[in-house]
T-cell receptor, first 112, second 113 residues
Framework: QKEVEQDPGPLSVPEGAIVSLNCTYS??????FMWYRQYSRKGPELLMY????GNKEDGRFTAQVDKSSKYISLFIRDSQPSDSATYLC????????????FGTGTSLTVIP | DAEITQSPRHKITETGRQVTLACHQT?????MFWYRQDLGHGLRLIHY???????NKGEVSDGYSVSRSNTEDLPLTLESAASSQTSVYFC????????????FGPGTRLTVL
């Protein structure tokens, strides 16, 4: 069983839709949860970072962590064509961030 | 501006050849990482370093080696390239201390024929 499971998609939505991206994990030691966005032929860049359970909002993006269910989500409101990318979840067990475990990524296309 | 660069961006080589991929960062970060990214597997950690002269094996280290002689550089060497090592390779760095962001380079696309 992989440490982190993520539906690879692809996901295609119309502009303005609400997008929900999800990951599940098996290691209860994970404390730090991240979402990276990766445009085609580019390196990943950090989008959202959350410590432990709860919600975090940043503009059109909301990250949710449910540690009891070992489930994390990223919501994108009012999706834009510029949101078209691959979204990777990542997790680590301690504050050093030196051992990240990544999901396989979900490919998202927002259609104008 | 500080940055992280990788070279070459594209490389084609033959089975059995030694290949070295360069990674250079100007942030003065202590922590550096090499990942490979393959369809269906996501990002997998190859090697990482916490500082000069420190190197550690990651999840998929067989067939790869790194060395850290200064803070800025962490070259990745494929001792004898195999077709299974065809992949996109990403270097990342992270400062010591709190916070968890790893900053990624643009990637190197390696093809082993």
């Amino acid at each position: 069983q992989k440490e982190v499971e993520q539906d690879p998609g692809p996901l295609s939505v119309p502009e303005g839709a609400i997008v929900s991206l999800n990951c599940t994990y098996s290691n209860s030691a994970f404390q730090y949860f991240m979402w990276y966005r990766q445009y085609s032929r580019k390196g990943p860049e950090l989008l959202m970072y959350t410590y432990s359970s709860g919600n975090k909002e940043d503009g059109r993006f909301t990250a949710q962590v449910d540690k009891s269910s070992k489930y994390i989500s990223l919501f994108i409101r009012d999706s834009q064509p510029s949101d078209s990318a691959t979204y990777l979840c990542a997790m680590s067990g301690d504050g050093t961030g030196n051992q990240f475990y990544f999901g396989t990524g979900t490919s998202l296309t927002v259609i104008p | 501006d500080a940055e992280i660069t990788q070279s070459p961006r594209h490389k084609i080589t033959e089975t059995g050849r030694q290949v070295t991929l360069a990674c250079h960062q100007t942030w003065n970060h202590n922590n550096m990482f090499w990942y490979r990214q393959d369809l269906g597997h996501g990002l997998r950690l190859i090697h990482y370093s916490y500082g000069v002269q420190d190197t550690n094996k990651g999840e998929v280290s067989d067939g790869y080696s790194v060395s850290r002689s200064n803070t800025e550089d962490l070259p990745l060497t494929l001792e004898s390239a195999a077709s299974s090592q065809t992949s996109v390779y990403f270097c990342a760095s992270r400062p010591s201390g709190s916070g968890n962001e790893q900053f990624f380079g643009p990637g190197t696309r390696l093809t082993v024929l």
